[in-house]
């Protein structure tokens, strides 16, 4: 690939995709900062995957290439932050016209209501799914530090679920 091809390939996959993959982080409890950074971080990945001999595919397929390592590397970072409270405080009015104003007051209603429905649910309940669903513990895991087996776990998850849609449910009706 000569330089000159090479720089109108990366040129469009800017432009191609850096607006997508923006919202996208916006929309996911991110930064433009945060954006800028990953996005440059992924594109940087599939370039040099290109190089070696990695991918083989048109310019569409190298779009498509370079949105998913990109997506999967924002995804990690909100993994290895699941432990700490990621707070964005901002003027909305920056963000107007990246987002639906409803959307967003429905989400966050939405959100308020999930924690004031786990809330509600037993010690082991919580403990159990939240062991499962924010710390991404494996079921056998969970069942050897519970003391319990693994086809048990999944059981009491499942009930626990359903206690909790349960809750949900009741909470989210009876606030509209």
């Not at 992924?42 to 040099?48: D, K, N, R």
């Not at 999944?154 to 359903?162: E, H, P, S």
Request: with cysteine; charged share 30%; glycine share 6%.
């Amino acid at each position: 690939m000569r330089n000159s091809d090479a720089e109108r390939l990366l040129t469009k996959v800017y432009v191609d995709n850096f607006s997508w993959f923006q919202r996208y982080v916006l929309k996911n409890s991110g930064t433009l900062e945060d954006a800028a950074d990953i996005f440059q971080e992924g594109v940087s990945a599939a370039w040099l995957n290109l190089r070696e001999g990695k991918f083989s595919g048109g310019a569409e397929q190298f779009n498509a290439y370079v949105r998913q390592i990109c997506k999967y590397k924002w995804i990690n970072v909100l993994r290895a932050a699941s432990g700490r409270i990621i707070r964005m405080e901002a003027d909305i009015g920056v963000y107007e016209d990246l987002v639906d104003g409803e959307e967003v007051e429905r989400s966050v209603q939405q959100s308020h209501v999930l924690r004031a429905s786990f809330s509600t649910l037993g010690e082991k309940c919580r403990e159990l799914l939240g062991r499962f669903y924010f710390k991404r513990q494996s079921l056998a895991h969970i069942a050897a530090l519970m003391n319990n087996t693994e086809e048990s776990i999944k059981t009491i998850k499942y009930r626990c679920m359903m206690r909790l849609r349960k809750a949900y449910l009741e909470k989210y009706n009876n606030d509209e």
